[in-house]
């Protein structure tokens, strides 16, 4: 699995695809990331689908039932913790400001931005 290549396209309404969509977060408080699903192309007429999209809008063919195993897309920063279990960063709530910090568990380093080890913000 690798990342998508745009979570930022728009939809379909003015003729442009959307490539990847948030379908959910995961990951214990201190370490969440997101989870995307892609396209899903019909077993049918071949056309390709939005992942909510729950029928072709082609031939109205349902969606397969693995489709939804088959197109789940894992950033690079998951796939490193789920394999590692620590990427050496971890989110911090601030016990004054409720805020998210991110505290480096090796270094001790701290700071507001979310790292880019981290992958991008959840959703």
């Not at 442009?16 to 007429?45: H, M, Q």
């Not at 999209?53 to 939804?68: E, F, I, L, T, V």
Request: overall charge neutral.
């Amino acid at each position: 699995m690798t990342e998508p290549a745009s979570n930022k396209s728009t939809s379909g309404w003015d003729g442009l695809t959307v490539k990847a969509t948030p379908i959910g977060v995961v990951g214990d408080r201190g370490a969440t990331f997101t989870v995307y699903e892609t396209n899903w192309k019909c077993r049918s007429c071949s056309a390709e689908n939005q992942a909510r999209r729950q029928r072709c809008m082609r031939c109205k063919s349902p969606k397969p039932a693995d489709a939804d195993q088959e197109n789940v897309v894992q950033s690079a920063a998951l796939q490193k913790f789920l394999t590692t279990g620590s990427l050496g960063w971890r989110e911090v709530v601030h016990p004054e400001t409720s805020q998210i910090y991110y505290a480096n568990e090796e270094t001790g380093e701290t700071q507001w931005e979310r790292p880019a080890a981290l992958g991008p913000t959840p959703v």
